[in-house]
């Protein structure tokens, strides 16, 4: 990003899972748990919604990247693991949908211009963000999947499926959902999930050519726009089922949890 303008105001925040740094009007997000594939946990959550509260009211552009190999590996399921062992009915599964659907809305009905820097895999949770963004770009060697189904879960998780149909359409997402299977940077652009794949060496310029233009139009003009495309999107949408996201993982796992915990009961595991 160092070919955007310049401006006096910089500042670094590092967090535990997070990168944010602030260059003016660009406020650059940085999912920064590399070994983990910067998968997506409760604290994670927290700190990007800390970031997107608190970002500065002067902020035109948000880049959301991730540090290391890949984008972000989804969601972390020895937390689902250790919430179900806390929780067996999923309440705190239920606290963790609630928060990724507040992350994923403030991305989609932020002020400022989005955009989504994507490189390695981006899957699940991790694609979920990435298209709550409004502007997505991809290396020509990144690959996507939802593998939500194979693993036994619904497509629940920040509002991802009502995105997906109103961006890519009903027969190609149930396709995607059905089989699990990965895809392609080229193939997510026919589909509209990414506007533009470049090779990764080009991924910085490919984000500076979107937010340059964008740097110089009008706030008030720029806000408006942002208002409208989201009204007319969720127009589209027609209902919009996400507030049942975080209920319905949570009916799900606990009900596994509690075959799981049956069926060892049955052959003597659990006193």
Known sequence: MSALPTSATYTVQ????????????????ELNTPDQGNTVTDTLLDELLAVLDEQDPGTRVIVLSGTGTDFCLGGDRT??????????????????????????????????????????????????????????????????????????????????????LAEVGAARVRELVLTSRAFTAHEAQALSILQNVVPEQELDAAVTAWAKPILRRSPAALRVTKLLLNAHAAGARLADATTLDSELMASVLAEAEYTRAQGQRRTGHLI
């Open 14 to 29: 590092t967090l535990k899972t997070l990168r944010a740094d602030r260059q003016g009007p660009v406020l650059s997000i």
């Open 79 to 164: 937390e689902f693991t250790e919430q179900l062992a806390d929780d067996p009915t999923g309440g705190g599964i239920r606290i963790s949908g609630t928060k990724a659907r507040r992350v994923c809305e403030a991305l989609t009905d932020n002020p400022a211009v989005t955009i989504a820097r994507i490189q390695g895999k981006a899957i699940g949770a991790g694609l979920a963000l990435a298209l709550a963004c409004d502007l997505r770009v991809g290396a020509d060697t990144a690959t996507f999947r939802l593998p939500e189904l194979a693993l036994g879960l619904p497509l629940a998780w920040g509002g991802l499926l009502p995105r997906l």
